[in-house]
């Protein structure tokens, strides 16, 4: 049996409760509960693609153009791990 929930809260719970193992993403991990355990997966989890949707060309606003520059460069630290050099 399977089940799927955005309510990371209500995942946990059912992790708690014995019925299942459930994968989080680490976003998500705003709270732990005391009675689960959170372990990484290694050596590497699974990779998310992450997009970024915009107004068509003819409508972009210089606001979306520089904020898809900062994703880009944000992006690249995370691919290098290098996320000081984002701060």
């Known amino acids: 049996m399977s089940f799927e929930s955005d309510d990371y809260a209500t995942v ?3 992790v708690a409760a014995g019925v299942g193992v459930a994968l989080i993403p680490q976003l ?11 372990r990484a997966l290694y050596p ?6 992450i ?26 630290a995370y691919r290098t791990r290098d996320l000081a050099s984002v701060a």
Request: net charge neutral; no cysteine.
């Open 28 to 38: 998500a991990l705003t709270g732990v509960r005391d009675d689960i355990r959170v």
């Open 51 to 76: 997009v970024a949707a915009t107004a068509g060309a003819d409508r972009a606003l210089p606001a979306a153009t520089l904020m898809l520059e900062v994703l880009d460069e944000v992006a690249r």
């Open 12 to 14: 946990q719970g059912l």
């Open 44 to 49: 590497q989890g699974p990779v998310r693609r």
